[in-house]
């Protein structure tokens, strides 16, 4: 069974707190992503990484920062919390045949809440 | 810009029902996917599409490439079908990311 796997479900942290936002794939996919999803607004890109060492920003980079030393994880970084950063993160990745027509598959979701 | 237009927002139907959430999009795709996400935020691939038609249990969904639109139907729906379902396209030429519909939030009532 396909695994993406966030390391928290529910986050509470403070304004100005460095946070580490984890997820693990273990189906060898070269393409991770780091979403956000707000109310009214959806699901937006935030940074993704093709291939370990690589990321490239996404619609809504500002504020976050990513990590890939691995193949299989892929970090999400807040550098100085805020309270607009208060959402659903989701991770996920995907297969990379240079196509554009291969599966998605998503981690649980980490609710963050910044105080 | 390139953008994902998903309706209704909101449906609430009775047990039973076919349902019908509707995806359109703005230029050419290479995949689209039709996802579900119930509360609690996990979100699980029901299809990925790029022509044609494909069918899983009470779930079908279609798309027309000239017409840039797709379908998701779910016959003899039931409460455990209530869930947000989410229309994503992959742009041709664009990143691998995801574009996304904002979702619309359905309701089976028994």
């Known amino acids: 069974d396909v695994k993406v796997t966030q390391s928290s479900r529910y986050l509470v942290k403070r304004t100005g707190e460095k946070v580490f936002l984890e997820c693990v794939q273990d189906?060898?996919?070269?393409?991770m992503f780091w979403y956000r999803q707000d109310p009214g607004l959806g699901l937006r890109l935030i940074y993704f990484?093709?291939?370990?060492?690589?990321?490239e920003k996404g619609d809504i980079p500002e504020g976050y920062s990513v990590s890939r030393e691995k193949k299989e994880r892929f970090s999400l970084i807040l550098e100085s919390a805020s309270t607009n950063q208060t959402s659903m993160y989701l991770c996920?990745?995907?297969?990379?045949?240079?196509?554009?027509?291969?599966?998605?598959?998503f981690g649980q979701g980490t609710r963050l809440t910044v105080v | 810009k390139n953008e994902v237009e998903q309706s209704p927002q909101n449906l609430t139907a009775q047990e039973g029902e076919f349902i019908t959430i509707n995806c359109s999009y703005s230029?050419?795709?290479?995949?689209l996917h039709w996802l579900q996400q119930h509360p609690g935020g996990g979100i699980v691939s029901l299809f990925m599409?790029?022509?044609g038609k494909k069918k899983h249990g009470r779930l079908i969904a279609t798309i027309n490439i000239q017409e840039k639109h797709s379908s998701l139907h779910i016959t003899a729906s039931h409460p455990r079908d209530s869930a947000v379902y989410i229309c994503?396209?992959?742009?041709?030429?664009?990143?691998?990311?995801?574009?996304f519909g904002k979702g619309t939030h359905l309701i089976i009532q028994p």
């Open positions: 996920a990745s995907s297969p990379s045949t240079g196509q554009g027509n291969t599966e998605a598959f």
């Open positions: 189906m060898d996919h070269e393409n």
């Open positions: 990484s093709y291939d370990v060492k690589m990321k």
């Open positions: 230029v050419g795709i290479s995949a």
């Open positions: 599409l790029s022509s």
């Open positions: 994503a396209v992959r742009f041709r030429g664009g990143a691998d990311g995801l574009t």
